[in-house]
């Protein structure tokens, strides 16, 4: 379709204080801890750029500024590098890096929610179609979570959320989709809902952390309306553009791991690591010895 607006800027959210990995994010941000070799943040950046992202937006708080220094060429380092004839390890920095340019930070001065944190972006955003990444959800597949909502939307337009399966039960934790006709790669979004209360989620499909929204989101958003929790909400902003714009759900079929939990980073940590050839060997062996020990017998011939 001739009036769709190409996705080339990505909102990635990393104001949030990381209070659950205390003592860990005192001085860290928790956007920087590592999963096998690699900070938090570059994974979701890494899919960005792999779905034709081509400026990247960081909505920062205090004690943050590490980041930014992340996604610059770090001097001295590359200097003793190249003294050293290390060349893969240049490679990998060089590989991880933006291009001049493309990015940009600005801060979120309050944590007044993530629909807040969003609207910082606005004006480096303007009036065009963005991809919004949270970074605490890490995704595994083949295909990147984001590339497939990019096909999606360059064939249907409006606003695309990527969503997930997730045991009923847990549904209360997250944003949840009602699902409405199929369309081709996905389907039409009836409604949102933002932690619904256990027992009333219209699904069990949630949001996943992925989203490509239209730059309208942001005139909603200037209304500071509040929320659940008393955060200014992103769900609750969608709904709203919903009465005037198409949502479509994508389903995405890899695996999302919650990092903003300490359980879901940890088992991040074992799957990615477990995707590696040069570790999953002893690792393998490794994860036998501990499940052996901790397992009684009878669940662990279930777990092996
Ligand atoms: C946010 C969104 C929610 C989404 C979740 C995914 O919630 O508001 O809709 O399901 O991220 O992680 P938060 O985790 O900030 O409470």
Known sequence: ????????KAVFPVAGLGTRFLPATKSVPKEMLTIVD??????????ARAAGIEH???????????????FDIQVELEHTLRQRGKQDALDL???SLPLAGQTSFT??????????????????????PFALLLPDMVMQDRKGCLSSMVELYNETGGNIIATEEVAWEETHKYGVVETGNNVEGGFEITNM????????????LFINGRYILQPEIFDILSGHEKGAGGEIQITDA????????????????????????????????V?????????????????????????????YQIAG
């Open 271 to 299: 799957a990615i690591a477990m995707t590696q050839e040069d570790l999953n060997g002893n690792l393998r062996v490794e994860l036998k010895r501990i499940l052996a020990e901790v397992l009684p017998e009878q669940d």
């Open 1 to 8: 379709m001739a009036d769709i607006k190409p996705v080339r």
């Open 38 to 47: 690699k900070p938090v943040i570059q994974y979701a950046v890494e899919e």
């Open 107 to 128: 801060r979120q001065q309050s944590p007044l929610g993530l629909g807040h944190a969003v609207w910082c972006a606005r004006d480096i955003i303007g009036d065009e």
């Open 238 to 269: 969608m709904i709203k553009l919903a009465k005037s714009q198409k949502f479509y759900g994508f389903r995405f079929a890899g695996r999302t791991f919650d990092c903003g939990s300490r359980e879901g980073f940890i088992t991040a940590n």
């Open 193 to 204: 809902v933002e932690k619904p209360e256990p027992g009333s989620a219209p699904s069990n």
């Open 93 to 95: 920095l060089a590989s």
């Open 56 to 70: 990247f937006v960081f909505v920062t708080g205090r004690n943050k500024a590490v980041i930014e220094d992340h």
